[in-house]
């Protein structure tokens, strides 16, 4: 399957309304009719949150929503894209000369990852261009990853106007690499699920190589996902990166201490392998060879012995240069615990007890605790709205996705499903007058879905 590529599928739009409104609006838009149409969805990381970036296996799945673009491919060499949302503004530009900028990341840049991925991928020079209409129904910076859902369609989209094939991995690995351009540092997660997601099963996604492995979710369970409506826009901060040099820091200190070849070692993950011994093990390493106390940028210097300019220009990314302090020991402590959890999760599935979903909770309030106190990517909000759920019945209940705002995942037994999300929309959306518009984008229940897919009108 992960060595195929995206299926096409022929679609009568009459019985597809969103894919016939989009039509409509790409002929309004352009005077002309799409040719293809594709979609990629969004996900939400069941349990492993910030460990994908050190090597680690994660357990995601693809859920119903998604970014969907109608395409028309042109003779000119002029890329022109619109979104349906009137608050995302029509930009065009040359195929053969793609700018990201960074400092500004728009609704388009994540477009132009996808876009130039595929162009570099090929080493293409000459590049037609597109029409291109874009309709997400993936709630922004909710951390149900719509930006990497648009880099993938993105991808997709391009891949296919040239005639070209891929798989899905390659697909996955060259969308996660190419995200990179607008300057966050992810580790492949999103990209993976969004290309290798099947309907009805989550998946665990495990890295180089990348791959994928079935995950059969408790039957008579379900997820929840709520929205804290706390926005985070992981690449117009810098919380995201800093976690990333953190763990990076972290990896290098733990090698040099084990007398490891620490310049070679990037990942956390590498430490491990280059030990040879379990993940319990490495928090026993963690303990031993690093402090609580956060570290001076001075001290990281000394203890692996090169200058500040050295640690400037060769392990810091530039937008973690002026950082004072780094805290190693709290971010390693969270990646191998979570590590761990992810390996705990995938057995129980595979076991399936009688107590699965208790003890699937427990792992996820687990995965909670360690993001809120050790890895610090949750913020009030989402701490509230985690004990909200499990006041009214949620076995379990974590943030999703980067933190710092966004959503939280919840397990709730299916027969309670009703009762839980009017309890959960009065005490957390009604009293506080949140954000409830659409409903649905807030607070629902969600089953796995499939991957990215292109579609043909029949």
Not at 329 to 335: D, E, G, L, N, S
Not at 400 to 416: F, K, N
């Amino acid at each position: 399957m992960a060595a195929e590529g995206p299926a096409a599928r022929r679609v009568q739009l009459a019985a597809c309304p969103r894919l016939l409104k989009v039509k409509e609006m790409f002929q309004s838009k352009f005077g002309s009719l799409p040719k293809f149409y594709v979609r990629a969805p969004g996900r939400v990381n069941i349990i492993g949150e910030h460990i994908d970036y050190c090597g680690y296996s994660v357990l995601p799945m693809a859920i119903e929503q998604d970014m969907l673009i109608a395409v028309e491919p042109v003779k000119t060499h002029t890329l022109q894209l619109a979104n349906t949302n009137p608050l995302y503004l029509d930009f065009s530009t040359s195929a053969n000369n793609i700018q990201i900028d960074r400092a500004k990341p728009q609704w388009h840049n994540y477009f132009l990852c996808g876009f130039k991925g595929i162009q570099e991928h090929f080493g293409l020079r000459d590049v037609p261009g597109m029409n291109c209409l874009v309709d997400g129904n993936i709630p922004p910076s909710s951390g149900l990853s719509s930006s990497s859902a648009l880099v993938c369609c993105a991808g997709l989209v391009t891949l296919t106007a040239l005639g070209m094939q891929l798989s899905k991995v390659e697909l996955a690995e060259i969308c996660a690499k190419s995200e990179r351009y607008i300057g966050t540092e992810g580790g492949g997660m999103d990209q993976s699920i969004s290309f290798l997601a099947e309907e009805g099963t989550a998946k665990l996604i495990e890295f180089s190589p990348l791959r994928a492995t079935d995950v059969k979710l408790p039957s008579g369970a379900v997820f929840v996902i709520a929205n804290s409506c706390v926005e985070m826009n992981k690449a117009a901060t810098s919380h995201f990166n800093i976690r990333v040099t953190e763990c990076r820091l972290a990896a290098k200190l733990l090698a040099k201490y084990k007398n490891l070849q620490w310049d070679k070692l990037l990942r956390l993950e590498e430490v491990q392998a280059g030990l040879g011994v379990s993940l319990e093990e490495m928090l026993l390493v963690t303990e031993a060879g690093l402090h609580p106390e956060p570290y001076s940028p001075e001290e990281i210097c000394g203890c692996l012995g090169i200058s500040l300019e050295q640690l400037r220009s060769q392990i810091l990314s530039p937008n973690t240069r002026d950082v004072p302090v780094f805290k190693l020991y709290q971010r390693a402590k969270h990646v191998y615990s979570e590590a761990a959890r992810v390996l705990q999760f995938q057995k129980l599935c595979e076991e399936a007890p009688a107590n699965a979903v208790q003890l699937l909770g427990e792992l996820m309030n687990q995965s909670h605790q360690s993001c809120r106190d050790m890895y610090e990517c949750s913020c009030p909000e989402l701490d509230q709205l985690v004990d909200t759920c499990r006041k009214f019945g949620a076995h379990g209940s974590r943030l999703t996705g980067a933190g710092w705002g966004g959503c939280t995942v919840s397990l709730v037994h299916a027969d309670e499903l009703p009762g839980f999300l009017a309890d959960v929309h009065e005490a957390y959306y009604q009293r506080s007058g949140r954000s409830f518009s659409p409903e649905q984008q807030s607070l629902f229940a969600t089953k796995p879905g499939g991957g990215a897919l292109v579609f043909l009108e029949a």
